[in-house]
């Protein structure tokens, strides 16, 4: 499970330059601060170049971790005491990785954290303290976030500060450097976020944000963690037979009012959890009817499944995820229907089930027990998370899954089957409440399932990892290391590696032509089905510069004199479509200065002119005419010089003839003349 505690790095770092954040801020490598790591990266030093005033800290997010840059500026206009202000954020070239990473300042705490370690003992808050330094100040600081539309996800003791060593007023932590829930202990979750892989959890809602703040109020209130020396599975597996609530307070003893508040927010059922308001409620002295745990069906006798019995689907239904092969034999079987209808009476779930079997079979990727086993385990607990593959992912944590795949160079194939067997859309089936935002989200996956299906450049996985993760940087290895998260960086960071020589490669791989496809979208998509490895080569260049110098134009980055220089370098097969040579020695010199100039609209003007490949294949096609007739007429003289005896032969016959004729007219006129005279 990611820390709060993960120790910064240092050694190299220790002598490394202050590194500068847009000119703004100034962070030092080797000035770490432990004590502020976060779980998406480590707390360094940093100062402020304009405000001397502010006391900032940095935080440099990890590499495989990806940050909420798309609420950063929704975070940084949060107006109140109580949530740490954020200050800037971008990117910085970091020495350690020889690199660009995220950075994250904020204003620094002036006190400590309040708890190191979710195990740590602390002293426990009376129900007044426990009321005025946290109920009041975060039910107001949660207001503001949920009202503009973000979810916290880091509601921790250990994500919280005291601002001042003086007043004892407390802060709630970050929650940008990591996507939500992603730091979150199994105890500080629902039930159904519990079961997911971290990555996976997806956005959530805000009555995730108040089941965190249910359980944050418990262990404060107790001074300690309620199931420490348990670990993540056995807390789960309390919280799935027992309700959050019992599981989690047990035999504690907690003030009449707080235990109230507490169980409020501890309800398993979202719709029935306390809200904010219920909050409000709360504080203003108005106790409102305490919630009872909704204990799920029991089955009237068990199924035994390797060894165990159970008794509840949703146990069952985990058991099934961790025991695959087995489970599709069980259901294949017929004993699941005939346990479902017999001994659990729930006829409704056995035809979800068997829709499920009969579903199986439809999508792509993946085994057929793998799909049989995953739809099938919906069907038997509809709001836990899709379980695929030793994999558990909320549907809209699928995106922040993928990302960390690539992030941490592992396979994305899971996540991607998950998409293109269409288990997204089974989950949505399978639920009980509609809810408005299950149309967009069928939409959007039915629309990536498309691209999934195809291969070519610019779709494919690389296209759904940048579809559904709006703020992801380009992954190419090319440009990894500069991080570009727009295609104007993408074209500064091509040219930077342009100028190092990396020229014997095609600027665009199957990463960027994803990246630009998605980012880019005013680009013709035609354009990418040119850039595979089996097109002609001539076609492939102009399409590579087609879409750079697109990118180019609509973005406005200029002096890309380095990747110009690198495109021209690939044209040789395009300087070859002209005929005739001096034409191509014109044309060559003409790209060289678009080159040095770094315009790459000018540059494909040159060797793409319709007008000048117009004039050029006239002048070749008229000199391939005039060679074919001057070819005919020297074939014809070869032909003839070649048969010398019909020479010889006609021409004795015309000389014979002439003569003859000569004669002829000499004889008659001298007998002509003879007999005159």
């Known amino acids: ?369 793998d799909r049989l086993v995953a739809r099938v385990c919906m069907a038997l607990d509809p709001s836990a998370p899709i379980r695929y593959r030793g994999r558990s992912v909320m549907p809209d944590g699928v995106g922040n899954l993928l990302a960390e795949a690539f992030l941490r160079n592992e396979s994305p194939q899971a996540p991607a089957e998950v998409i293109s067997g269409q288990l997204p859309m089974f989950w949505v089936n399978v639920q009980t409440d509609f809810k408005p935002e299950f149309v967009p989200l069928v939409q959007s996956y039915d629309q990536l399932r498309g691209f999934l299906d195809r291969s070519a450049y610019g779709l494919g996985v690389e296209r759904v990892l940048y579809e559904m993760n709006p703020t992801m940087p380009c992954m190419s290895s090319l440009v990894v290391k500069q991080l570009p998260t727009t295609p104007g960086e993408l074209l500064r960071a091509l040219d930077w590696l342009g100028a190092g020589g990396e020229r014997h490669k095609d600027p665009i791989d199957r990463q960027i032509a994803a990246f630009l496809a998605a980012r880019h979208k005013r680009s013709d998509d035609l354009l990418y089905t040119q850039l595979g490895s089996g097109v002609e080569p001539m076609r492939r260049v102009i399409a590579m510069l087609t879409i750079l110098s697109d990118v180019q134009a609509r973005t406005g980055v200029d002096g890309l004199t380095h990747l110009a220089t690198w495109v021209v370098a690939l044209l040789d097969p395009v300087f070859r479509r002209f005929h005739n040579r001096p034409q191509q020695e014109v044309v060559r010199k003409q790209a060289d200065g678009a080159a040095y100039n770094g315009r790459l609209t000018e540059l494909l003007k040159v060797v793409d002119d319709p007008e000048s490949l117009r004039r050029d294949r006239l002048e070749f096609e008229a000199a391939q005419i005039a060679y074919r007739e001057a070819d005919a007429e020297m074939e014809k003289i070869r032909h003839t010089i070649a048969d010398r005896n019909s020479i010889i032969e006609t021409s004795g016959r015309q000389v014979a003839a002439i003569v003859s004729s000569l004669l002829s007219t000499v004889l008659v006129a001298g007998i002509i003349l003879f007999f005159a005279f």
């Not at 971008?90 to 995220?102: I, M, S, T």
């Not at 001074?223 to 789960?236: C, F, I, Q, T």
Request: aromatic share 6%; hydrophobic share 40%; glycine share 10%.
């Open 1 to 369: 499970m990611p820390s709060d505690a993960q120790t910064a790095p240092t050694g190299a770092m220790a002598n490394a330059d202050a590194v500068k954040l847009a000119e703004r801020y100034e962070i030092q490598p080797g000035a770490p601060i432990p004590a502020l790591n976060a779980v998406g990266g480590n707390g360094f030093t940093a100062k402020s170049l304009r405000e001397k005033r502010l006391e900032p800290f940095a935080i440099i997010c990890h590499a495989t971790t990806l940050p909420r840059i798309d609420v950063c500026s929704t975070v940084a206009g949060l107006d109140n005491g109580t949530h740490m202000r954020l200050l800037d954020w971008g990117l910085v070239d970091w020495p350690q990785d020889r690199g660009r990473r995220f950075c994250l300042v904020f204003e620094k705490p002036g006190g400590r954290r309040l708890m190191g370690s979710i195990n740590d003992t602390i002293e426990p808050m009376p129900e007044e303290q426990l009321t005025r330094q946290i109920v009041h100040p975060l039910v107001s600081a949660l207001k503001e976030v949920t009202g503009r539309g973000v979810v916290h996800g880091a509601i921790r003791p250990t994500n919280m500060f005291f601002r001042d060593l003086a007043s004892g007023g407390l802060m709630l932590g970050e929650c940008v450097s990591a996507q939500p829930g992603y730091g979150q202990p199994v105890l500080l979750e629902t039930i159904e976020r519990g079961m997911a892989t971290p990555a996976g959890r997806g956005t959530g809602t805000a009555a995730d944000d108040m089941y965190s703040l249910g359980v944050t109020l418990l262990i404060l209130a107790l001074g300690r963690n309620p199931v420490a020396g348990m670990d993540d599975e056995a807390v789960l597996q309390a919280k799935i037979e027992r309700g959050s609530y019992p599981a989690l307070v047990n035999q504690h003893r907690l003030p009449l009012a707080i235990n109230e508040m507490v169980r409020g927010l501890l309800v398993d059922d979202p719709k029935q959890r306390w809200t904010l308001n219920d909050l409000d409620l709360w504080v203003a002295g108005r106790r409102l009817s305490p919630k009872q745990p909704q204990i799920s069906r029991r089955a009237a006798r068990p199924i035994e499944f390797q060894g165990q019995e159970y008794w509840h689907c949703r146990t069952l239904a985990r058991a099934f995820a961790r025991h695959v092969p087995a489970a599709a034999t069980v259901i294949e079987s017929g004993e699941l229907d005939k346990w479902l209808r017999r001994s659990m009476g729930d006829d409704l779930r056995a035809e979800a089930v068997n829709n499920a079997v009969q579903t199986a079979s439809s999508g792509k990727g993946g085994s057929q027990g």
